[in-house]
Nanobody, 122 residues
Framework: QVRLVESGGGLVQSGGSLRLSCVAS????????MGWYRRAPGKEREFVAT???????KYADSVKGRFTLSRDNAKKTTYLDMNSLKPEDTAVYYC????????????????WGQGTQVTVSS
């Protein structure tokens, strides 16, 4: 089993900042891409950002220039630094990762965290 645990969500005023973290643990052979999605109330889940194991990062247009995604491969952790937050960033943020387990090394699976709430007040 591979488990993803997010932390760092909370309530912040418009223009403020938050840092989300996501740690992968368990029977891990390799973690490849790690990323974040979010779901706002009444809306579909949407892509936020993703980072490959080599450090290549992609962002949704809505967060470019405001959010920065990074990772520490040794810690199997990804960090989402969110600046200049807006009320429309309010959502549950979910960590997502592609990887494989020790018992099935060549089988790539997708894993999801439970989500962390981010609320931006105006």
């Amino acid at each position: 089993q591979v488990r993803l645990v997010e932390s760092g969500g909370g309530l912040v005023q418009s223009g403020g900042s938050l840092r989300l973290s996501c740690v992968a643990s368990g029977n891990i052979y390799k973690i490849r891409d790690m990323g974040w999605y979010r779901r706002a109330p009444g809306k579909e889940r949407e892509f936020v950002a993703t980072i490959s194991d080599s450090g290549e990062v992609k962002y949704a247009d809505s967060v470019k220039g405001r959010f920065t995604l990074s990772r520490d491969n040794a810690k199997k952790t990804t960090y989402l630094d969110m600046n200049s937050l807006k009320p429309e960033d309010t959502a549950v943020y979910y960590c997502d990762a592609f990887g494989s387990q020790l018992t099935t090394m060549w089988t790539i699976e997708e894993y999801w965290g439970q989500g962390t709430q981010v609320t931006v007040s105006s």
